[in-house]
Each structure stands twice: as C-alpha cells, then as structure tokens.
C-alpha cells in the first residue's frame, strides 16, 4: 500500500473517530443538561469543553448555545465537529480509489447534510436531535466500512486511526472527571456527573450488565480502563492497535516492524496488569498522561517505520 | 441505510414506457418543446420540417408523455447522484468555497450505427496517421524532407520535445489515450474540429452520465439497442498493459497532480475501475533508472505510467525546473526503457492547429487513403492563396494564432469592428505563419432539459480513442452541451454541460 494512501486512510479514521465522539458527547450533554442545577451544568461544561479541546480556551459560563456552536459548527476550531468531518472528507478524497463507493458516500452525504446547518435551525427544536442523526449516520459509516471494504491493510491502517484516537479521547475524558477541577473550584462530579460520563462512552449499560446499576467511580474507572470487551475501553482499543500493528506493512523490514511492536507491546502490557486500587490511590492522571504518552510515541514510530521513512534506507 | 433514489440499483423513475404512442411531438407547438428552437443549426432531434427523427421516436414519445414535475425530479436525482460521487469542482468567491457539480442533462444524444460506423473508422484512420506522423518527426523527418509540412512548423513548435528524438515507443504508439472533439456541422456531416493529444479528459463523466441516463429513462434504454460502454476501463488498462510486454506482472499506475487539479475525479475513477495504484509526484522516486513508489512494506517497481500530468511539469531536471507535480529523473528512467509512459512525451506537437490543418493530408501521405472524416474547413495563412481568401474574407471567418489556446489571439469576424478586423488584418499580414481561420461554424442542436421545458442546446462529441498494440474506441463519447441558450462554448469552464450519448448497435 502506498504509504500516503496509509496516511490518509490513518487520518480520515481518526477524525471520524473523532466527530463520532464529538457527537455522543454533544448528544449527551444536551440531553442530560436540563436536569442540572446551573451551577452543576456550568461544572460539566467545563469538563467537556476540555475533554474535547484538549484545553480551557472557552468560557464554560457562556450559554449553551454558543459553546454548541463552538464546539459543532465554528469552522475556526480545529476540534469542532464539522472541522473533524470536513477534514475526515477531505482525506478520503485524497484516497478514493482506495475507498469503496459506498464508504465515500456515506461519508461524503453525512458532511453534505452538516455542512449547511446552522445553529438557529437546531435550536429551536431538540438540538441534541442533530448529533444523534450524525451518530446514527456514523455507526452506519462503520457497518458499511467494515462490510464493503476488504479487510486488508488499508482495513488495518484504520483500525489504528480509530484506536489510537479513541484511546485518546478516552483518557481525555476519564482525566477531566478523576482529578479535581484545575481552576481551583471545589465542584467535583456528582452521582449525576458519573452516570452522564458513562453515557459519553455509550457504556451505562454494558456497564450495569458487570457491576449492576450502582454507580461507583472506582467501577466506572476500572470499567472504561481495563474491560477488555467493552468496545470503548482503553484496553479495548489498545488490544485493536496491537492487533492491527501486527497486519499493516507485511513487507518491511524486520527492524522496522520491531520497533512499532515492542512500543505496542509495552502499552499492551501497561493496560493488561494494569490494578485500578493501585490507580485509584497513586493517581488516576498519570496513568492516564502514560497511556497518551504512549499512544503519541506509537503514532510517531509507525510513520517513521512506514509512511515518512528516507528512500534512502531502503535502496 | 436506505437511501432509494440513489442506490446504484434502482431506477430514478417508475415503469418507463409510454401507456399509448402518442402522435409525434412537434417543436415550438407541443409540451415540453414549447421553446424549441429549429434554426440554422441541425438538430439532432427534429428533421427540418420539425418531425422527430426515427431514432429519437421512443424518446419523445417518453418525455412528451412525462409531466414536469416528474423530469424535474429525475433531473434533480441524476444531480444529486453527482453530488454524492463527488463529480464536482470548487467555485471560490468571497473567502467561501463552493462545490458545484459539473452540469449534467438527463437527455440522452443519439448517434446512430451508421453513423457511428463511419466515426469510429475515420477516427482510427486518423490516430494512426497522427502516430505515424509523431514516429516520423522523431525519427528521419521524412514528411518534412518530402516538403509535406513545412519544417519550420514543427522544429518551431513549443510543444516539440527534442529529447524524443530517436527513442522508440513501444508500437510506434505515441498517442495511446485520445479525445478527438467532433461537431456536426449545418450539413449533418461528422467533421473533426480538434485533436486531443496530450491529457485529454471526460471519459469517467462519460461513464457517469451513462449510469444517471440509464436510470432516468430505463424504459427507453432498454427498447434501443444501446451499445455499452462500461468496459472502457477494461480496455484503457489493457491498452497500457499492451505498452510492457517485458514481463507478466506489469505494475501500472496513474499519475495525477493531486486532489486540487479539476479532473482528480477522474483519476481516482479510472485508478478505482482498473485496480492499479493512483500516485502523485511525490510517491514516486527514480534510482538508477528505475522508478519506483514508497509504500508501507518498502518500494514497489512501476512499469507503465498513465500520466494525467504535462510534459512541461512531468520532469523537474528535464523540462520545468520549478515543477513539484513531477518525479525527478523520470525521463532518464524513461530513456533507459525501464519505464513506459503514455501519452509519450512530444505528443502535443500534432495536435496544435496548424498541424490541424495538415490531418487530411497526413492521412494521404501516410495511409495513401482519403479521409473518411474531414476536418473544419481550415485556412492556413502561410499558403499565399489562402492568405489572399482570409484576408478577404475577415468578416466571415474566425481567425486564431497557432500557437494560443483558449481564445487568446483570436479574432472572431462576425462579431469584430471593422477597426478590430482590420487591425488584425495587419497582424496576419505581418506574421502570416502564425494564423489560420476557419468559418464559423454552427455546431447542431440537442434536445435539453432546462427546468420548464425541453430545449435546443448547441453540442459537441467527443469519442475516446485508445491505441496501443490495437486501436479500440469504445462505442460512446462524452457530449457537451452550451447551456446557455444561442452560446457556442461547450466548455464546462464557460457554462458548458454534458450528457449521455447512446451508440446504437445495428
């Protein structure tokens, strides 16, 4: 496979991954605001903003009609939902020929049907409404990727995107809500806050089927972190990453293949025997940052090893 | 998901047969060609007394039937089904990005057998004399030595690659992809207008109106006999194959400029049809002569190139040194015979219009026949008699510099002052190698859905010509439309359309 081809299939599937978080997030959040106090909502904006951004750039004291709009549709926002769609999009065109017709599709109609919307059409029905269609439309882009495209190393190429991104995202989001505020505040989540950070990760019932409706947040971190069966568990993704590592670039070089094995290996290990008492005590944030940590370094190994290496090595 | 209107399956409309035949339509009279206008043109549909042609019976008996509402909505489907594929191109203005799809018209052209018989031989005719001509000019020079065409005109051209001379192609082939544009003229008669011979594009605009014409009018398709047209890709890969005969396991790939460039659609289209890699410049390296592309598992050896890049960009240390679109050491590779690129390098030489000009007697020269397809009437101003005609003439003729494209140098009579006429008048004089002129010519009428009605749009017909070890042209072509009412510009940069265009078989 070509290696920019790799690139881009790599990226397309993060940013989907991406915009599919976005959405669940958004969806959630809207849906469950109306049952918080003002002070409580304002908290778990604050929580999601960062979540999403990766930082507290936005004022969680403003309306919830202009943080939507930032975090959804402001096209100035790198991590906006449509940022993350148009740029998914544009990545798939770049590799076409490499994608079936009904992957382009789906993709290209969700980004058609986003791309005009405004915020003033959503609000005055159910906003939360839009990002459930676009999640609806996502987990059809999923089925129809999984079932019309050959599972092959292009396959593989966005298994990785779509792990090393979610593992991210999750780590992200586990961390906003395990380590207290960082402006100072003593608003720490609630019953409520647990329970809507499971609906995030679409994980309140998978997650109620193992440790029954009880919500305990040492359950819920040991849950999101370490089941290895729940799709939207960091384990989980990280045992996709190993997977797929082991399947990308059959031809290269042995060095080269190492290199990115032992790196996946090491996380593997990490998650595996990982001990969420240990965690709980020690501090649940710099796990966390490890795991980020890691998946940053395996992101970089695997373009070194594949995509980005020097002709000259290789002739 | 369903999404019925565009699964690739099914139809834009219902059952498409006419309950009973009405009597034919007549344009300027009848619903939907109230606005119909038979001119000076022909038209394609309507015989000059306004009955529709034999061949275009099932279809006006179709669309006559259909009320409005109904060819807006198959229209709107067959645009829809574009925008979803994709098959659109960027319109910037006021910092926003617009995406428009490249106008299609749910109408289909009809060519005839006969018709067709009689384009697709002298279509043949003329690649082969055009190929000869190329292998002719870079080797001995033998039609210039016999005085056939001037050497200046070709030893002056930009477009002449001095680093071709002596290096064979494989076949003598080097055209292996062309698109020569076809009009119809006031007669009826077939004459060539243009030869593509260096990049030509729209064959996957072919095969996609092909896919939105079939199923806005399945009805009709399937009582005509149409000749299909989808295995183009089949042939165009074999026709590349046909260039490495060195080993069995040729690995092909198509070489695009990139998502921006205007025709990326297609590229990524054919790579997809064919099953071969879709590379840019910068996937592609050259060592020792050989080329090859980075992948995941290391370099992968490329044979053959389908360029959909100029000779002027394809090489930096050959051609254009600012180029970023080509692949260094290319032409050495090439040289080397490591790699077999298609079109070959120089192509473009033939096919500016001066050596235009020359087409029918390159047919004499080379293939001692008479060519089965005339060109457009053409004066060369160099040739004092011609020059005398033209000079005469200028109200009358439209008059262009050989070496401009895209309607720089270009006086059209008609429409000039008598100052403009006569102003460049003195440029012809001045430089009478650099002109010719041809009549205006009025391209035929096509029926054409415009929204309320069904109307004569001007059109022209491109066929796809593929040569190799054989020569194939797939029964089809792309047709362009001006969908400006009156407007002769088919091109797609100037308001121009396209539609389907159904071969029909014997």
């Keep these: ?76 926002n790198g991590a906006a939902l449509i940022t993350s769609l148009s740029m998914a999009r544009d990545n798939a065109r770049q590799v076409r020929e490499a994608l079936s017709n009904e992957v382009w599709e789906n993709l290209n109609r969700l980004y058609l049907r986003l791309a005009p919307v405004t915020m ?75 329970l809507v950070l499971l609906k995030f990760c ?78 709980m005590s020690g501090g649940i944030a710099g796990f966390l940052a490890d795991i980020t940590r890691q998946c940053e370094k395996i992101h970089e190994t695997l373009y070194a090893s594949f995509i980005t290496y020097g002709a000259e090595t290789v002739l | ?133 190329l292998r002719d000019i870079y080797s001995d020079g033998r039609v210039l030595k016999d005085g056939v065409v001037p050497r200046a005109m070709i030893y002056g051209s930009k477009h002449y690659r001095r680093e071709m001379r002596g290096l064979p192609v494989p076949h003598g082939a080097y055209v292996n992809i062309c698109g020569s544009d076809l009009i119809r003229n006031e007669k009826g008669e077939f004459v060539v207008l243009e030869d593509n011979l260096r990049v030509p594009s729209g064959v996957s605009y072919m095969l996609a109106n092909r896919d939105v014409a079939r199923r806005a009018f399945p ?50 289209f054919l790579a997809r049809q064919m099953g071969v890699e879709l590379v840019e410049g910068r996937d592609l390296l050259v060592n020792d002569n050989v080329v090859y592309t980075r992948t995941t598992s290391g370099l992968k050896r490329i044979d053959v190139i389908y360029r959909r890049i100029d000779d002027d960009f394809i090489d930096p240390l050959i051609f254009r040194e600012d180029s970023s679109l080509g692949v260094p050491g290319l032409f050495n590779a090439y040289r080397a015979g490591n790699v077999m690129i298609a079109n070959a390098l120089g192509t473009g030489v033939a096919d500016d219009k001066a050596v235009y000009a020359y087409v029918p007697r390159l047919i004499r020269y080379y293939l001692s026949e008479e060519p089965l397809i005339e060109n457009v009437e053409t004066f060369l101003c160099r040739e004092e008699k011609s020059l005398h005609h033209v000079l005469a003439n200028l109200d009358k003729l439209v008059v262009k510099a050989v070496g401009e494209s895209g309607g720089y140098g270009m006086l059209v009579g008609p429409h000039a002052s008598q100052a403009e006429r006569e102003e460049f008048g003195q440029k012809i004089k001045s430089d009478p190698d650099n002109y010719i002129a041809q ?43 001006a969908l400006k009412r009156g407007s002769l510009v088919v091109n797609s940069s100037q308001g121009g359309g396209s539609k389907d265009t159904w071969v029909l078989g014997q």
């Design chain 1, 120 to 194: 003033d059409s959503i609000w005055v029905h159910t906003p939360a409404r839009l990002f459930r269609e676009a999640l609806e439309d996502m987990h059809a882009l999923e089925g129809v990727t999984y079932s019309t495209l050959s599972h092959g190393e292009g396959w593989y190429f966005l298994e990785l995107g779509k792990h090393i991104e979610r593992a991210q995202l999750l780590g992200r989001l586990l961390d906003v809500h395990f380590r207290g505020p960082r402006d100072g505040s003593q608003n720490t989540p609630k019953y409520f806050d647990w």
């Design chain 2, 1 to 133: 998901m369903q999404h019925e209107a565009f699964a690739n399956t099914e139809d834009f409309g219902g059952p498409d047969i006419a309950a009973t035949p009405p009597r034919p339509s007549r344009p300027g009279q009848d619903a939907p060609y109230l606005n119909y206008a038979l001119g000076k043109a022909y038209d394609e549909m309507f015989a000059p007394d306004g009955t529709p042609r034999a061949p275009y019976a099932a279809l006006d008996s179709r669309i006559s039937t259909l009320p409005l509402e109904e060819l807006n909505r198959r229209q709107q489907a067959c645009e829809q089904s574009f925008l979803h594929q994709g098959i659109t191109f960027t319109v910037y203005s006021d910092n926003q990005a617009t995406e428009r799809i490249i106008p299609t018209d749910l109408l289909p052209r009809i060519v005839t057998a006969a018709e067709w018989d009689r384009i697709e031989r002298g279509l043949t005719q003329r690649i082969l004399a055009l190929n000869l001509f």
């Design chain 1, 202 to 279: 679409t994980a309140f019932e998978p997650y109620t089927k193992l440790y029954t409706a009880s919500i305990r947040p040492q359950k819920i971190a040991e849950f999101l972190l370490f089941d290895p069966e729940f799709p939207h568990s960091i384990r989980f993704s990280v045992d996709r990453v190993t997977d797929a590592l082991a399947r990308v670039a059959p031809g290269a070089p042995p060095a080269r293949r190492a290199a990115v094995e032992r790196l996946a290996g090491r996380l593997k290990a990490s998650v595996d025997f990982g001990q969420i008492d240990e965690l």
């Design chain 2, 219 to 268: 009805g009709v398709f399937r009582s005509m006999n149409v000749r299909p047209i989808e295995q183009y890709p089949l042939e165009l890969l074999a026709t590349l194959r046909s260039l490495a005969p060195f080993h069995d396991d040729v690995s092909i790939a198509i070489l695009t400029p990139g998502v921006f460039n205007s025709a990326y659609f297609e590229h990524a």
């Design chain 2, 439 to 481: 009549p205006t010519i009025q391209l035929s009428t096509a029926p054409t859905f415009v929204g309320n009605g069904v109307e004569s749009r001007h059109v022209d017909l491109r066929p796809f010509i593929l040569h190799g070890s054989e020569t194939k042209i797939v029964p089809g072509a792309l047709t362009r439309v």
């Design chain 1, 1 to 76: 496979m070509l290696s920019r081809v790799a690139d881009s299939l790599y990226w397309m599937s993060r940013y989907i991954e991406r915009a599919e978080h976005t959405s669940r997030v958004m969806a959630v959040k809207l849906e469950s605001m109306i049952e918080q106090t003002p002070e409580d909502a304002t908290a778990s904006w604050s929580r999601v903003i960062e979540a999403l951004t990766g930082e507290l750039t936005l004022d969680a004291t403003q309306d919830a009609f202009l943080t939507t709009r930032k975090l959804a549709f402001d096209r100035e």
